[in-house]
């Protein structure tokens, strides 16, 4: 299957750790996505990737969070000093045109 | 971002054919309609998207009037695995608002 992919499947750590997930985009999207969905809550847009650049970034990620695509394929999103509400189920997506194919995501739990 | 309002839950039994109803009285020139259905535990998938008029596809078919301002998607003869959340969302193609979904179930 050629689909996106997302590794972990799950993260337990405790607070004030660093966590680093990484998705594998469909080889010949040039388009990649960050989310993250809570419980009951719709996936929010966090950031967006065009090839190598970060085209754009939400609110909702502060300084503590950090994603790149260094080579225009996988990305990696990092959280430094994680904390009780970054719990959450973190969705990567990609697209070539207006559909974007999402992973199966990372689920984070933060103790 | 154009925001979108659809009803938080609705019932269906099983063969029956579902219509969600999704207002976006604010949606801009160059945003596209497009609904996604999402299972618990997995990311969500792309169902149809539209501009304008009427989009059918293998699994759902989608109504827009002249306005724009509403959109419905129709689930032709639902089954139990339909049940899921289904959300509706306009924009272009980056920067996706999902909202909280309608929350289907369909009932044997």
């Known amino acids: 299957d050629t689909g996106v992919s997302q590794d972990p499947r799950h993260k337990i750590t405790k607070r004030g750790q660093n966590v680093t997930f990484r998705c594998d985009p469909i080889?010949?999207?040039?388009?990649l996505y960050w989310y993250r969905q809570t419980l009951g809550q719709g996936p929010e847009f966090l950031t967006y990737?065009?090839?190598?650049?970060?085209?754009?970034k939400s609110r909702l990620l502060s300084d503590r969070f950090s994603a790149e695509r260094p080579k225009g394929s996988f990305s990696t999103l990092e959280i430094q000093r994680t904390e009780q509400g970054d719990s959450a189920m973190y969705l990567c997506?990609?697209?070539?045109?207006?559909?974007?194919?999402f992973g199966p995501g990372t689920r984070l739990t933060v103790l | 971002l154009a925001k979108t309002t659809q009803p938080i839950s609705m019932d269906s039994y099983e063969g029956q054919e579902v219509n969600i109803t999704c207002s976006h009285n604010?949606?801009?020139?160059?945003?596209?309609i497009t609904w996604y259905q999402q299972f618990p535990s997995q990311g969500p998938r792309f169902i149809i998207q539209?501009?304008?008029t009427k989009v059918t596809n293998e699994v759902a078919s989608l109504f827009i009037p002249a306005d724009r301002k509403s959109s419905t998607l129709s689930l032709p003869r639902v089954s139990l695995s339909d049940t899921a959340v289904y959300y509706c969302?306009?924009?272009?193609?980056?920067?996706?608002?999902f909202g909280t979904g309608t929350r289907l179930t369909v009932i044997p």
């Open positions: 997506a990609s697209s070539f045109g207006q559909e974007q194919f």
């Open positions: 080889s010949e999207h040039n388009r």
């Open positions: 990737f065009q090839n190598e650049a970060q085209l754009e």
């Open positions: 604010n949606i801009a020139t160059n945003d596209y």
């Open positions: 539209g501009y304008k």
């Open positions: 969302l306009v924009a272009p193609s980056n920067n996706l608002f």
